[in-house]
């Protein structure tokens, strides 16, 4: 399975992205989906994750409220939505596919990673 993320690139603080992540297989529909980040000198951190039905989310403290995911299992991709974008949000953006059909916050559920997406804020 390939996970392939666009959408990343430069956007003024307050501003808004959408970043997908379209899959080349659609057994992926099956699985639980999230997006991590990794900023410069920093390690990689979950950002946002959906269940495979996309009944289930999960967001990281620092984007909830501002960031959306979902997921459209007819084009089996991801998206997430990033509103209100701080400089701090500035990270090479990556989406995995779980394991299993559910959400979840940690690395080691997921099994299958893309390249990452870049995202930069400026202030």
Same mark, same amino acid.
């Given at each position: 399975? %390939?996970? %392939?993320?666009? #959408?990343? =690139?430069?956007? %003024?603080? =307050? =501003? *808004? ?16 989906? #999230?997006?991590?980040? %990794?900023?410069? #000198? ?10 495979? $039905?996309? /009944? +289930? !989310?999960l967001y990281a403290d620092s984007v909830k409220g501002r960031f959306t995911i979902s997921r459209d299992n007819a084009k089996s991709t991801v998206y997430l939505q990033m509103n209100s974008l701080k400089p701090? /949000? !500035?990270? /090479? ?7 299993? +059909?559910? *959400?979840? $916050? $940690?690395?080691? /559920?997921? $099994? ?9 804020? *400026? *202030?």
């Open positions: 399975v %390939q996970l %392939q993320a666009s #959408g990343g =690139g430069l956007v %003024q603080a =307050g =501003g *808004s992205l959408r970043l997908s992540c379209a899959a080349s297989r659609r057994t992926v529909n099956n699985n639980g989906m #999230g997006w991590f980040r %990794q900023a410069p #000198g920093k390690e990689r951190e979950f950002v946002a994750a959906i269940s495979w $039905r996309g /009944d +289930s !989310t701090e /949000d !500035t990270a /090479d953006y990556y989406c995995a596919a779980a394991r299993t +059909s559910y *959400s979840s $916050r $940690r690395p080691e /559920d997921y $099994r299958y990673w893309g390249e990452g997406t870049l995202v930069t804020v *400026s *202030s």
